[in-house]
């Protein structure tokens, strides 16, 4: 290719020199080398992969390298760097073989038949086998019955709570490859909840099984061993970990040579240790990282984060209680310019949807998304139900003459709540809704952390007690999905459906989508709950908000960020030659 670039750049100086009449010999030839230079640079642009190099990433301050017990998001990210897990999420968030070479499921969704892969070797050498499975499941169900390490067990496995590992009946080993997993019930995320990380049994051996168990939950002194694409070499307590290339992994060995971790405070320190060259890569904290497009050093890759943002109606208001109530919430979700909000306060960095379910997820229907931006639809349906601008000042009256009026609340010294509560309020009362501003308007100019948890705290206070109309908050939702703490009637006592949303056909199809016994019926499940979701709006959605990837321009490769997993296919990411030694 680069050769008849070459040629053609020649062949049209000759033929220009010829046309003019005015070129020489020694003009053509100190062309043709100012050509061959420029060649080359557009070759190198599009350098081709190379082993090795090192990248330096970010860990906020941790107290565990055990993957079991990490409080710590970013080191959830680099532990899988090290360890491994019998399935993993695609990008659709759909399952894919891991160390898992094939699977089927049958009674009825309470077994799962997993066959391993017989090429995959721990980092020390020794064999991956079903052994190490059954190992891992019983020290997480251990751990999570007992108190010493219930919470850590339960922050540390990232994705799900420890009660969906508690459906785990029993698990059998039928060889070294291949084993049954037996749920008390069908259970439509028994795949998902099998992308736990899978330790050694080997390294944990103690006198009875119950030591062996305790040795596995160990914080202290703990030495990493996984099947992953990088090996622990070097860890200086809170300062740095090295980890090196796997030259045995079973997909191939990674491109780059080794991984540092430099641990630091926090996020905000993260970046700042980013823009100084300190790291090679950071994590956005905010919106605003156009300013990094200025810096030829950076590439920036946006994805799509689980924080979801929307709006909650107070069913304990009666006016959100009956066919005029759902008429009110239509209306709303009509009425609200999500584009706008987008735009001018998430500076574009956010996804519109419908569903509490992920824009990229395989569950999503699309099909259910319908309230797009339309004041006359929004107009339109109060109007049917009765709410009519009957005086003229703008805000809708019923019959006997009572105005259209409710309270917004949030945390307000949340800037992007604050500003996005703002612009709602003013596309409401464009419908016709007063909208009662029950949050702080005026934010202080130097707010602290402790002034902002107060804040929430406060706000929080409302939700618990019931004491709002309309209340704009987000959730950051998990991976693995189920909708029941939100919209489930059974979930009220335990305050996770704040909002005291009862609706027995809702419950009904809670329950299916939770318990189908196959990945067919899931989808099913879930198409018919997203539809009754948006048919009856117990919450308004807006949107998720997306984050980015910051990352050094000398890392080159198929770079895809995932929330899940912000070094999701670090295998093909590599470091070409030039840059290796800088």
């Known amino acids: 290719m680069k050769k008849k670039l070459l040629l053609f750049l020649v062949l049209t100086i000759i033929f220009l020199s010829f046309m003019t009449g005015c070129e020489n010999k020694a003009k ?126 339960l922050n540390g496995i990232k994705p799900f709570s420890t009660s969906d590992i508690r459906h785990i009946l029993n698990v059998k080993i039928i060889d070294d490859y291949n084993l049954e997993i037996y749920f008390d019930r069908a259970y439509s995320n028994a795949l998902e909840i099998l992308t736990f990380p899978i330790i050694p049994k080997h390294q944990f051996t103690g006198k009875n099984e119950k030591a062996s168990y305790i040795n596995a939950l160990s914080a202290e002194e703990y030495n990493p061993i996984g099947t992953g694409p990088y090996k622990f070499n070097q860890y200086e307590k809170l300062k740095t970990i090295k980890l090196v290339a796997n030259e045995e992994w079973w997909k191939g060995r990674p491109y780059i040579d080794t991984i540092v971790g430099r641990v630091l405070d926090d996020e905000e320190l993260s970046l700042t240790a980013f823009e100084t060259g300190q790291v090679d890569l950071a994590n956005t904290v905010d919106v605003d990282w156009e ?31 009956d066919e005029s109530g759902l008429a009110i919430r239509k209306a709303i979700a009509y009425g609200i310019d999500r584009q706008a909000i ?29 309230y797009g931006y339309n004041k006359s639809k929004a107009k339109e349906v109060l109007d049917k139900a009765g709410w009519i601008d009957r005086d003229g000042d703008g805000i ?10 409710i309270r917004l609340s949030t945390n307000s010294y949340n800037p992007l709540r604050f500003k996005t509560a703002e612009m709602i309020a003013e596309n409401l009362r464009q419908i016709g809704i007063e909208v009662i501003k029950d949050y702080a308007e005026e934010i202080p100019d130097k707010l602290t952390e402790e002034m902002i948890e107060n804040d929430w705290e406060t706000f929080r206070g409302k939700l618990d007690r ?117």
């Not at 109606?313 to 009666?318: L, R, V």
């Not at 809708?396 to 009026?405: A, F």
């Not at 117990?538 to 912000?566: C, H, T, W």
Request: charged letters at 30%.
């Open 28 to 153: 053509i030839e100190k062309n043709i080398e100012a050509l061959e230079d420029k060649s080359e640079t557009v070759a190198n642009e599009s350098d081709e992969p190379e082993y090795g190099g090192e990248v330096v990433v970010p860990i906020t301050t941790i107290k565990s390298l055990n993957p079991l017990l990490s409080e710590n998001a970013s080191f959830y990210n680099f532990s899988k760097l090290i360890f491994e897990s019998l399935f993993q999420l695609d990008r659709n968030l759909n399952i894919e073989n891991c160390l898992a070479e094939d699977y089927s499921i049958r009674d009825e969704g309470k077994t799962v038949d997993i066959r391993l892969k017989d090429d995959v070797y721990w980092h020390d050498g020794e064999k991956f086998t079903a052994d190490d499975v059954v190992f891992t499941i019983n020290t997480i169900k251990y751990g999570s019955g007992e108190s010493a390490y219930k919470d850590l067990i």
């Open 291 to 321: 300013k990094y497009t200025q810096k030829d050093r950076v590439k920036i890759y946006e994805y799509v984060s689980q924080n979801y943002e929307f709006l909650a109606f107070s069913f304990k208001n009666k006016i959100f209680a």
């Open 342 to 370: 987008i735009q001018k306060v998430y500076l574009g960095h956010a996804t519109q949807t419908d569903l509490p379910i992920h824009p990229d997820s395989w569950l999503l229907n699309q099909e259910a998304s319908i």
């Open 396 to 405: 809708c009256e019923d019959e006997n003459g009572n105005k259209l009026s």
């Open 466 to 582: 019931g004491n709002f109309d309309v209340a704009l908050l987000g959730w950051q939702l998990s991976s693995v999905p189920d909708l029941s703490f939100a919209f489930h009637s059974s979930q009220i006592q335990y305050g996770t459906n704040f909002i005291r949303y009862q609706d027995e056909e809702m419950d009904e199809l809670l329950v299916e989508a939770f318990s189908a016994p196959d990945r067919e019926m899931k989808k099913n499940a879930y198409d018919k709950l997203e539809t009754k979701i948006v048919e009856e709006l117990p919450y308004v959605s807006l949107f998720f908000r997306n984050k980015a990837l910051l990352l050094d321009k000398k890392v080159k490769g198929n770079i895809e960020p995932q929330f899940y997993n912000i070094y999701d296919n670090i295998e093909e990411w590599y470091i070409p030659k030039k840059y290796q030694q800088k």
